[in-house]
């Protein structure tokens, strides 16, 4: 069984601080993980992903994160927070495998950005 | 632009009535989904769709159902058994990229309150 938990349903910065959200994943080979991000009322756009092609992934926005099997993470950072960045984020995983690969949530993040 | 079209966006129902949320994608995806969101729960998964007049379904299909005629269409029906359907619905297809991970797109949802 595959699983993601997101530490923290809340998280506050102020603006020009370091953004960190964690993620922590359980799988049983190695996976594809993902982060999305949702703005009020609107779908999930996915931020960035990792498919073992480098540890270290960039996304958009100015998000990146870095995949670590020995801690089983991938949290996300980025340097800088801006008032834009406030939304909800999801880390997800699936697993590579032929035909249909269901795709696992964890409960989501909340990012407040504090001018 | 291609996308994936949700209406309507919000929805009010009387306890006993069944309603149906449109999905309409423009993509050319093989392989829809339905989500439910619900705060502090993630996303769960309702059905899913992987070519035209298939579909399974996900975590928690008890009192919804749905269709797949079309490519391009996949609408769910929120039935009278649906025992608290109050939540936002989320419709994605999905993409294949070259590392093989599966990679979803979503409508921007609609809000179904149960008065």
């Known amino acids: 069984a595959q699983s993601v938990t997101q530490l923290g349903s809340h998280v506050s910065v102020s603006e020009g601080a370091l953004v960190l959200l964690r993620c922590n994943y359980s799988?049983?080979?190695?996976?594809?993980l993902f982060w999305y991000v949702q703005y009020p009322n609107q779908g999930l756009q996915l931020l960035l992903k990792?498919?073992?092609?480098?540890?270290l992934v960039k996304g958009i926005n100015g998000f990146e994160a870095e995949f670590k099997k020995s801690e089983t993470s991938f949290h996300l950072t980025k340097p800088s927070a801006h008032m834009s960045d406030a939304a909800e984020y999801f880390c997800?995983?699936?697993?590579?495998?032929?035909?249909?690969?269901?795709?696992?949530f964890g409960t989501g993040t909340k990012l407040q950005v504090i001018p | 632009d291609g996308g994936i079209t949700q209406s309507p966006k919000y929805l009010f129902r009387k306890e006993g009535q069944n309603v149906t949320l449109s999905c309409e994608q423009n993509?050319?995806?093989?392989?829809m989904y339905w989500y439910r969101q619900d705060p502090g729960q993630g996303l769960r998964l309702i059905y899913y769709?992987?070519?035209?007049?298939?579909?399974q379904k996900g975590d928690i299909a008890e009192g919804y159902s749905v269709s797949r005629e079309k490519k391009e269409s996949f609408p769910l029906t929120v039935t009278s058994a649906q025992k608290n359907p109050t939540a936002f619905y989320l419709c994605?297809?999905?993409?294949?990229?070259?590392?093989?991970?599966?990679?979803?797109?979503f409508g921007a949802g609609s809000r179904l309150t149960v008065l």
């Open positions: 994605a297809s999905k993409r294949t990229d070259s590392s093989g991970a599966n990679v979803l797109t």
């Open positions: 990792y498919t073992s092609a480098a540890t």
């Open positions: 993509l050319n995806h093989d392989a």
């Open positions: 799988s049983s080979v190695p996976p594809y």
């Open positions: 769709s992987q070519i035209v007049n298939d579909f």
């Open positions: 997800a995983v699936s697993h590579p495998s032929g035909g249909y690969q269901k795709v696992t």
